[in-house]
């Protein structure tokens, strides 16, 4: 039996470019949107065209630039918003209105002072309104990782009968534990009238670090697209990483899901958004950080050396990179040293090597990492004969 298809919703370029103090510009945008393109994500939300006649003019241009995907601009349940949201997606070859609004009891209550049924009624409006546009309608539903089940399910019914294609889930907040969320969309499957005219979407915020965790338990639980981000950037502690998503249906085909990503341009894309946004990545980063692949204990190297799979579920050469690094620090062991050295023109012998190990961890002990030039330094220290292979 075929996998199933779980489509990537991109969206570093409007919920990812809300890191305060990251704004990009219309041409970084579009290096980044044709980038996307060719990642093979299936929707690009290039924007939220309302919010800046700059912002208008990303999404304008990211619509006449992108080959293959869909091209998504975000709303509010708001008349205006859409209008212009058409307006600049008018060129896209497959154009998306993604609007919404808030469920939960806090932001009817808080954001709107409105009530349950007069929610519903805007959210029908805005899907109607958005259909007369264009024919693919995303509905979010703000805060639906704290919106009781029951109301959220009612919401749905009523904006998959207004003809929204694609249903939004979104833990705006981070909140909900992988089981709550999971729970959630198994709920919608099996309790929303029509649900098969439509897609559920995951959409989960980082806020506790479960943000991978309550996407792949959406999935797990019948969502068939998943938004997130490059590097998992975005607000507050960031939306799903796009990286950890695809590497971990692709790692687990038990699962039986699969997205199409072309995952050998995951670390090059990394490296792409992190330069043009000025965001370094964290060194510890899943998949792309740049130690993810790196092993610097005396036992792992040991192991990776005899065989990579010993420590290592991934090859690096799948994500992009050219292969996994032998760090030489002072919990390195002789293995690693000889590694090292094989790599920069010395094959040692037995008893060299324990000679020049030892010359190795007197170094190794005053540095945090030492580098394939202070080899050549250790073993001209060692006073030992050793031919070079080089
Ligand atoms: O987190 C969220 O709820 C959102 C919506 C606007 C889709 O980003
Ligand atoms: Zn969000």
Not at 304 to 328: A, C, H, Q
Request: negative net charge; contains cysteine.
């Amino acid at each position: 039996m075929g996998k199933d298809k779980v489509q990537i919703f991109d969206t570093t370029l409007r919920d990812g470019e809300q890191v305060p103090g990251c704004r990009l510009d219309t041409t970084q945008k579009l290096v980044i949107a044709e980038r996307l393109d060719n990642l093979g994500v299936d929707i690009i939300e290039a924007g939220f065209p309302v919010s800046s006649p700059g912002d208008f003019k990303s999404v304008n241009e990211i619509a006449k630039l992108v080959k293959n995907a869909t091209v998504c601009g975000l709303t509010r349940a708001v008349k205006k918003d859409i209008e212009v949201a058409a307006e600049a997606l008018k060129h896209a070859k497959r154009p998306r209105i993604h609007t919404g609004i808030g469920t939960s009891d806090s932001h009817i209550k808080f954001k709107f002072n409105s009530n349950k049924d007069a929610i519903i009624e805007r959210a029908v409006e805005a899907v109607k309104y958005a259909k007369t546009f264009v024919e693919d309608v995303e509905f979010y539903a703000e805060d639906a990782g704290r919106t009781d089940n029951e109301f959220l399910a009612r919401v749905c019914e009523a904006v998959v009968k207004a003809g929204a294609t694609v249903l939004n889930i979104p833990d705006t907040t981070g909140y909900c534990l992988p089981e709550e969320y999971g729970a959630k969309m198994k709920y919608l499957m099996e309790n929303v009238k029509g649900i098969h005219k439509a897609i559920l979407s995951c959409h989960c915020h980082n806020d506790l670090g479960l943000a991978t965790a309550n996407s792949i338990a959406g999935v797990v639980n019948g969502a068939r697209q998943i938004e997130c981000t490059i590097n998992g950037i975005g607000e507050r502690a960031g939306n799903t990483a796009l990286e950890e998503v695809v590497m971990i249906l692709r790692q687990h085909p038990t699962l039986n899901l699969d997205t199409g990503i072309n995952s050998k341009l995951l670390y090059d894309t990394s490296q792409m958004v992190s330069q043009k946004m000025g965001m370094p990545v964290q060194p510890n980063k899943a998949i792309v950080g740049s130690n993810a692949f790196a092993h610097s204990s005396g036992i792992h190297q040991d192991g990776v050396i005899k065989n990579r799979e010993t420590y290592e579920i991934m090859d690096p050469e799948d994500v992009g990179v050219n292969e996994s690094s032998i760090v030489l620090t002072a919990r390195s062991g002789r293995a690693a040293l000889a590694y090292r050295a094989k790599k920069v023109g010395y094959e040692l012998s037995k008893i060299q090597l324990d000679i020049v190990y030892i010359e190795f961890l007197k170094f190794a002990d005053k540095k945090k990492e030492v580098l394939d030039k202070d080899i050549h330094e250790i073993i001209g220290a060692s006073n030992i004969e050793i031919e070079s292979i080089a």
